[in-house]
């Protein structure tokens, strides 16, 4: 019996699906576990295997098609196995099936009126249990938009979103009333738009690219954000780098990164300060047992933010090499859910562009990220008030102040600068 292959879930907010590109072609024989397609999702672009064995009868979504988490994308008939008269009937039905459940209707008389359900499905791949918004009416909301408010049971259509073109955003649903009605119903804040002429280049943005601008405006609108900045003397860092680097030349040894020394040293400092490593959770703080590193990495169409788990256990050498590893597999479109999952605390590094210092937006629901800066070669005041060469660079801290206080972020600061200031503390 053919088999059909369908959107999968691959993160997990992800509530629909892009098909960015198809690596295989009707009828080109496929294998459980070797890449069919690229799906990009809400975090980033993935490669999607194939669930099943045999040879593809027909593709049914089209490249750069948004695809809702659950709808047919092609047919695989097993070998020898012949296509049914019947394909173009069993793909409607596949599709009816995915689809959102409709309202159940109430007739005048009482009781409910229940909606017969779809004929029987092709096999399918195994996918998680789906929830939908109970709604006859298509409304333009954001894939978390969507799922959160399936979660809360919030109706969609009673709402006005305050997103670009009216689109219904994550704020607007979690600002509503759980169950919706018509008194859910708000103001829509009039978008600012650009005016342009015909030259101007208008882009449509990705998926990845609106959940980026969507989770941002969530962070900089719920979260309420403070800032502290810390000068490190980064000479001796740079000195004993190049002191280990020299040695790895002549041993085939691990060479480092500034970067690895700065990801070692925050995962230090939250161990010693473990009230950074927190979320809030609505009426309660959780605090992490484990660091979950997210390092920032830029990618064509954005920012990803891959997790290091378990970082506490690591030595700067595993650092490294999952560093290298995360960019690779990012750069290549190689990363898989489970490397997005478990953050607690991020870092965002902007020193290779020649940034001195900035304040990072916080990645939700994260109490903080850490911005870094570029190392400068300044005139600085020594001990004996001489002013001498010296070098210096700029650490941030952007905390959700529900979570963190002040003196506790000055306290991980501090910590940060006495390892980055000693950094063979790192290697004990």
Known sequence: MPKIIEMPKLSDTMTEGTLAKWTVKEGDAVEVGKPIADVETDKATMEYASPFEGKILK?????????PLGSPLAIVLEEGEEAPANLDELIAKAQAAAAPAP???KPAGGGSKKVSAPGPRLPTAPQPTRRAVASNVRVKASPLAKKIAAEKGVDLTTLAGTGPGGRILRADVESAPVGGGSSARVAATPAIRPTY??????????TMRNIIAERLLASKTQIPHFYLQIEVDSAPLMDFRAHLNASAEKTGGVKYTVNDFILKA??????????INAAWDGDAIVKFKSVGLSVAIAIDDGLVTPVIKQAEKKTLADISAAVKDLASKAKNKKLSPDDFAGGTI????LGSYGIDQFSAIINPPQAAIISVGSIRKVPVVDDKGNVVAGQRMWIGLSGDHRVVDGAVAATFLQEMRKLLENPALMLV
């Open 197 to 206: 002429g015909p030259e101007d280049e208008r882009t449509p943005t990705s």
């Open 103 to 105: 309202k159940e209707e």
């Open 346 to 349: 991020t870092v965002s590094n």
């Open 59 to 67: 593709i049914i979504a089209a490249t750069g098609v948004k695809v």
């Open 266 to 275: 925050v995962i230090r400092s939250a161990q010693a300060q473990p009230a």
